[in-house]
């Protein structure tokens, strides 16, 4: 088993990737449901670079030196998710836009309210 | 030459054409081309299927030799499920004209479309790629559009639902990145097939399982697997009508098949069926689909839900017979995949026709319909009989294979699951039956059946429901096949 | 040092990902969320990944701050107390949280050289894409030609997200002609005037991280984001009408669907010339020349994309009826 | 034409023939709507079909068709076996004189949609004629289902909540026990013996030992709901809302038919006699059917309800054939395939006889009938002669089965079948001699109608005579169905 100083970076990104999935499934504002899932997403980028990084590594840039690089695939990875994770936002955020002209609101439980007492 | 390419062009030509949509703005024109894209993949597919007769077939995207590259890996089981996919998008959109227009902003037709393709490139891309990260990207890009054409449905709750299904869809298709991520991690590389040979060398670990948790709980979520449904009834009840069929074929299917691609072809059946209680669980979460969300359906009054909820039980019967790990329990879910889109195409498909000339598709508008639009009805009729599991019908031979499999199993509470879920369906089925044909005070009535563009693919895909329940050649012996090679059965 | 710095950013972000929990203006929260962005961007970096640096900072800080802050314009500002039961939802990410730190026991230390990561297939693109693809950033050459199929897959998907905002807000969008009266900046004399120094080398450094995305971080997508940054700043402080007129909707529609359609064309082009999908070997006589085409043209599909869907999203957005 | 083309057309031309009616049905022409017409016609054709097909059976004619393969082994599979040709031949006859009877009843109520009505006995029929003629199980299930589902919007017919819940209560025993029992029985099967076919001895004594023969015998026993061993009966009184042809049609034609039936097929060609001889679990069934045999009867002596004690006694009559048939003997088994003709004769005069009478005079309660035998004498000498047949009083045919039974109690030295036999006897007796005084010996309450003539439409009194004949002569002339009943296997032992 590794020992706390090699994993406490995991588990930090974690902890941000936790307190986003809460805030998506806890809190009742679209918006801010929305703003966890971003965070959720962008703690999930963090582990996955931080999985690509080399100790005394660079930047995955060819230089003419002889030095070690960072692995460039989990970058090229994230780079996609990231772009994956705007377009979900800004589809998200249409649809609320829609969703404050259907009922007035956004938050969850008064659009709950509102289909219910139909 | 060209069929060298059939692997790439089966996505690329639909994922060509949405953009192209654009170019056109006459409904007839979008339609027709939306249709010869639909057919043409679904000829695609088809070769493809022939072709993996001859073994596996591999493509290098870019030139870039796997696990460098990404690679398009089809066998068997891709090339049946694409079938599927590009088969139903065909015979939908084949009905789907006057229905689209009828429910569609006619300033909205060409991203209408547009958005249409694209969810249906994704679908084929997530069937056929052989790559786990590729799975991410094209899983996303029928998401994003499946979440615009749910969000077009007229009812206000079209919204919501679009946006619960993005909540959950996304937070699924981050667990899968999250799983993705674990396995690179162990094993260094993305390429499904050299994750399948490094992940057993790599030994099991607390890395892997976490990453196989994470991977079934995503695309479970993704699955509508009880109790990960709950997006799945409202995105379906209020789609709009063509949404809904073209969906409820093919959607949920490819899901079943990354679920079947993950367990079996990349972490293996030793690990995930010896070292986990996989087979437990997932029969477990079976038995409560095919009972919790057979009852709601009974007591759904929206038709379009009360099918959404009998897709979550459907999906728990392809669950159940994966749970059995046998040649015959696997093909029973791979029969299913295959006849339960039938099923739900040729029910959503009547159910648009019923849109279409009724406004709605709540029980009270269905009453005295076995007369004001007989054909529309007996679809219906039908296809759920089709459910119900009746005999000449494609769900007879699923529910055969299905009991066959809990027999030899030895699992008499399964068969009695499986036996009673049929059973709950006849209800929900005969509700309709009663409303439809026996509704009294229904003599004065006059005929409004759907237009003749809207009842022929209907009937195509309900006369196929019978088809494939009597000639049975070519799904029984591809899935069996299938089913062989997963478990890696020889004979 | 290094490792002092990182473990202030990451103490950094635990606080603000908890504030973000604990705030109820969610405007407060977008730009809370807006910072975390930035801070992640920074340990980006420190993990020697540029070029997600780079995007993080224009996309998360950038790009969805703005469409969350037009929402907010759009709706309210301020979250209701919500009266959801806390116990379920916390069990949910206690357990995921739990199966995580457990899956982390196994896992290499950080940053071990050793790690199988590093060992499989990454190692090829380090030491041979040099020879094979001719660009000195790995990461352009993973992204745009061993992986360039994912990337067209991104295209996609931003493409989508363009195709899926016009379809939600076109029912709730002002007609053309009451679109005049909308407010601007213009009228801060300071922001105007740094507006105007500012834009001009915002565009020009967008052509930069275009064209130069071979050689150090950058490419197509970051220079789209960068370029409709540009653009938006234009609207936002000088004026929108302006941008509208220049950027009609058909327009940036025609725009985003021409680098869709770049980008596969050359797929379709590799095709014909008898290579496979994106091998772009097959584009002239020399391989290294042919990729270097290859990715040009792909990259400048990408930029075109993400630049006229980044501007469309913006507009679709500016233009919802205020109105309900 | 070759038998295997008769077999093939004897299936199709209800079918076609209900294709026509649902097409032409509602045109109007002289004397009626066509679909009256198509009606009769296609079962005089189908009747034409199945006599020259019986007479090349007798000839020894052997007669197999397969056709398509739906599951790998199993195939849609028709051959005809001389219980098969029995039963399709009675059908087919009681179908000509049922289509007579259904025009003049459903013309002379004014039932409402009445092609749909036409259109389902049509696909009824098909689906018999098909049970009849299946080589497999696979194949018989089909046809069952079909039959079931065939045979709901008969019972629904009216569409009133009344008969719509009698029809729920219909299709859900029928289907609940086909989907819950009998499929998993067949499957089960299947996956014992790897075959499902009917083959003299049965398929499954080599494969299955005590426990799951019991298991399986059960299953098979109750997933035949049609067989309406009690406590799955209550399908046949729930179903008497409907109008009376179909009561008919259920009662002595096709349903409950099909269910015995496929009692006897599955005890002769899946068990076999010899694994059944000497096991408990058939035993369980005997005490079961004996059980239901008297429990029937007595309630029937209890119902007022004319329609109602007809239906009981039905359950009781087709636990006879339950009883013969698990009895294994030969003598038994004969009584067996011959009681399903005995009773389909007996039955359908009754079940017209009942029509009738509410026809003519809308009257439905026994106790309502006081003199009726003066005021509709042809209706109630039919009805005397279906009594008499239900009862075993020779000239009537009844006489015949109940005999071989007897004899089989001998063979088997089962007392307690002849005990059976004999009190429920008595109880026929009790039951429907009352109904006889009360026709024609007590007086009418309402002295106008005393004495005047008042039959029912011609149509139907045709109709009941020609069924009450036909249970005479069956009496005098046994020697086809006896013929036929002696080339079963396990008969001439």
Redo the contacts between chains.
Sequence with gaps: ???FF???????F??????????????????????????????????????????????????EADV????????????????????????????????????????????HEQ?ASL | MISNHLPVLQVVLPLLAAPLCVLLKRSSLLWAFTLLVSILSAVIAWSLLQQTDAGIISYAIGGWAAPWGIEYRVDKLNAYVLLIVTGIGSLVMLGGRKSIEQEIDSKNLSLFYTAYLLCFAGLLGITITGDAFNVFVFLEISSLSSYALISLGRDRRALTAAYQYLVMGTIGATFILIGIGMMYMITGTLNMHDLAQRLPEAGSSRTMLTAFAFMFVGVSLKLALFPLHLWLPNAYAYAPSIVSAFLAGTATKVAVYVLLRFIFTIFGIEYAFTELPLSAILMLLAIAAILLATMSAIYESNMKRLFAYSSVAQLGYMVLGISFLSVTGLTSSLLHLFNHALMKAALFMALACVMYQQGGVMMDNLKGLGRRMPWTFAAIVIGGLSLVGVPLTVGFISKWYLLLAAIEAGQFVLVAVVLAGSLLALIYVWKLVEQGYFHSGNESITRQEAPLSMLIPTWLLVLANIYFGIDTSLTISVAQTTAEQLLGVTQ | MEQAIDIILLGFLVVVAIAVVKQRDLFASVILFGIYSLLSAAIFVSLDAVDVAFTEAAVGAGISSILILSTLALTSRNEKPSSHSVFLPLMVVLVTGATLVFGTLDMPAFADPEAPVHKHVAPRYIQDSYQEVGMPNIVTSVLASYRGYDTMGEVVVIFTAGVAVLLLLSSVRHKEDELSNLTDLKHHPILLNVAQILIPIILLFALYVQFHGDYGPGGGFQAGVIFAAGFILYAMIIGIDEIRKTFTPKYLHWLSVTGVVLYIGVGIVTLLLGGEFLNYNVLAEEKLTGQHWGIFLVELGVGITVTATMLSLFLSFSEVRRTP | MSAVDLMLLSIAIPFVGAVLILSFGSVRIAGGHVREWLSVITSIALLLTVLPLLEKFMQGASIDYRMVEPIPGIWLHLSIEPLGMMFACIASLLWVVNTIYSIGYMRSNNEKNQTRFYVCFAIAIGSTLGLAFSANLLTLFIFYELLSISTYPLVAHKGNELAKKGARTYLAILMGSSIGFLLLAIIWTWSLAGTLDFRAGGILSEHIGEPVIGILLFLFIYGIGKAALMPLHKWLPAAMVAPTPVSALLHAVAVVKAGVFTVLKVIIYIFGPATLADSLAADWIMYLAGFSIVLASTIALFQDNLKRRLAYSTISQLSYVTIAAILVAPFSIMAAALHIAVHAFGKITLFFAAGSIYTATHKTEISQLKGIGRQMPWTMGAFAIGALSMIGIPPAAGFLSKWYLLMGTFQTQEWFVFGVIIISTLLNAAYFLPILYTAFIEKADDPIAQGTMQEAPLPIVIALTITAGLTLLLFFLPDIPLQLINGLPGVKS
């Design positions: 088993m590794s020992s090699d994993l406490y970076n995991y588990w930090i974690i902890f941000l990737m936790m307190t986003g999935f809460y805030i998506v499934i806890a809190q009742g504002n679209l918006v801010k449901k929305i703003i966890g899932l971003n965070i959720f997403q962008t703690s999930v980028f963090l582990l996955y670079i931080s999985m690509g990084k080399v100790s005394g590594g660079t930047a995955p840039i060819l230089i070690s690089y960072s692995n460039p695939l989990p970058h090229v990875l994230i780079l996609t998710a990231i772009v994956v994770g705007v377009a979900t936002t800004a589809v998200a955020m249409a649809l609320i836009v829609r969703i404050q002209k259907a009922y007035g609101t956004i938050e969850e439980q008064e659009i289909d």
